[in-house]
């Protein structure tokens, strides 16, 4: 039989296969045109959406905790692991070590991977319902927020989730190019985010050139005229929005020292003994390193920086500031606010004050947001969610949510985790419960793979995956790296076919 007979007799069988499991008629399909499913009907399988972190672990609490749960990973790239690939930064190497515990899940019995399929485009979620019991959208968030202030376009200003992109060798971020040329680069923001790119910025090549970053990037921070980064927030030092971890991590940057305003201090020593323990613990940190007098030590390493960095607080951008050609960024104006209110409710206030930063690199780290999918979703746009409870997608049945796209872009993986847990046990209770019909007879991966045979697109397996990773490790290998990255995905879907 023609591979084009055999796809339309696919897709044929798909469509008795769906019709007759509506109308509860067929409960085991064998042997037509070489497609069988020797699953048995009491098989609940759940496809999910998205390859990152969230749909990792709902599928590994899913798979671990029935015998009776066949899962379906689908990620829109030939690569597998999402924002731990992608997000984490490259001198953080032990929070990758995830991936080990993805890898067991992915090559679990019943669980599969099925990249370079774009859900929304390929294959829709309705024709995803159709072939499942269960769907879980776990697909993250690929969206920027912007600032709304004017001169955000040009030159020079670019978001974090691009530059991070960009230095963890992300796709769709490889041609970006950021003109590292001023000295001076401004970070709105003060969460993680803008403290991993600040390191990455300041960071000794030496360094980094050990990590898994890209070599184009590697290539441009060898280059890079940037001596000093300010991590620009609206709020005050209470509400600084980073770990300890990373902060500490930005003390103790060889080679870098701390500039910061004693002025935007003031009182906060005196708030310490009513503050949360983790809390206490990183204004400490931060009381440390902006306004205590260093030991002889320090002060020597603090005398020997040439890179320096600092907080700059109750600040927040009102216009970039353009080149006199119009076409870069040459500066940022700032609004000078004040706090009201007190504990959780303070708030930022602009004071009428405005302040004029000269800078030739504005990086943007103030959140992702998640994306509309598909149509047939239900989306919140105004929150960037799906709307949910406790993970079940409102007023669609069959319909999961895991991860950002369920709760927005906060948290560390350990926080994704349990969410995705939770997304999973809500699953698994519908099923105990009968509310999530599993009875029926449904297609799974079979019947999509006809759909997207149809089409034209070819899945990569995880088999397929682990040549890229394996290619991925010979190269880094060769210049003392862990790995170099491809980073174009037709190479990719090369190696994975080879």
């Known amino acids: 039989m023609s591979t084009h007979k055999a796809a339309l007799c696919k897709v044929q069988i798909l469509k008795l296969f769906l019709t007759s499991a509506r109308c509860g008629r067929i409960t085991r399909f064998h042997g037509v045109c070489g497609l069988s499913t020797s699953t048995p009907a009491s098989s609940a399988k759940v496809c999910i959406v998205g390859g990152g972190p969230a749909g990792f672990y709902t599928a590994q609490h899913l798979v671990k905790t029935r015998t009776d749960v066949q899962v379906d990973i689908y990620e829109r790239l030939p690569v597998p692991f999402g924002l731990v690939r992608f997000g984490v930064a490259p001198d953080h190497p032990e929070v990758k070590n995830v991936i080990n515990t993805f890898t067991q899940t992915a090559q679990h019995a019943r669980c599969s991977f099925h990249g370079n399929v774009r859900v929304g485009k390929d294959v829709t979620v309705e024709e995803l319902q159709e072939a499942y019991h269960a769907v879980v959208l776990s697909y993250g968030a690929e969206g920027n927020r912007t600032m709304g202030v004017p001169g955000e376009d040009l030159a020079g200003v670019y978001s974090a ?95 870098t020292r701390p500039e910061m305003e004693a002025s935007e201090f003031e009182g906060i020593a005196e708030t310490l003994k009513s503050l949360a323990r983790p809390r206490k613990r990183l204004t400490e940190l931060l009381l440390k390193a902006a306004i205590e ?53 303070v708030r930022a206030v602009a004071t009428g004050e405005v302040e004029d930063v000269e ?140």
């Open 161 to 255: 989730k691009d530059f991070v992109g960009w230095y963890n060798g992300l796709p769709r971020n490889s041609e970006l190019r950021p003109d590292l040329s001023c000295e001076t680069a401004v970070i709105l923001g003060q969460g993680n985010v803008a403290l991993d790119v600040a390191r990455i910025l300041l960071s000794p090549v030496d360094i980094l050139k050990k990590t898994d970053i890209t070599q184009h990037a590697l290539d441009a921070l060898a280059e890079s005229s940037v001596r000093r980064v300010l991590i620009v927030g609206r709020r005050g030092p209470l509400q600084v929005a980073c770990t300890i971890k990373e902060l500490r991590e930005m003390v103790n940057l060889p080679g």
């Open 359 to 498: 800078c030739g690199l504005v990086i943007s780290s103030i959140g992702y947001k998640s994306l509309l999918i598909d149509p047939a979703v239900p989306f919140d746009t105004r929150k960037a969610i799906i709307p949910n409870t406790m993970g079940r997608v409102q007023q669609t049945a069959g319909l999961y949510c895991s991860g950002w796209v369920k709760r927005g872009p906060t948290g560390v993986i350990a926080t994704t985790m349990n969410d995705s847990f939770d997304t999973a046990r809500t699953l698994l209770q519908d099923i105990g419960k009968g509310t999530l019909d599993v009875s029926t007879v449904k297609p799974g991966s079979q019947g999509v793979s006809a759909l997207l045979e149809k089409r034209g697109v070819k899945p990569v397996s995880f088999s397929d995956w682990e040549k890229i990773d394996s290619e991925e490790t010979r190269r880094g290998e060769i210049k003392g790296k862990p790995r170099e990255k491809m980073l174009d995905v037709g190479e990719m879907l090369q190696v994975a076919r080879a």
């Open 293 to 345: 007098t260093p030991g002889e030590e320090e002060l020597e390493r603090r005398n020997r920086a040439e890179r320096a960095w600092g907080f700059r607080f109750l600040r927040k951008p009102l216009e970039v500031l353009p080149s006199t050609d119009l076409i870069r960024a040459a500066g940022i104006r700032l609004a000078v606010n004040r706090l009201e209110g007190d504990g959780e409710g």
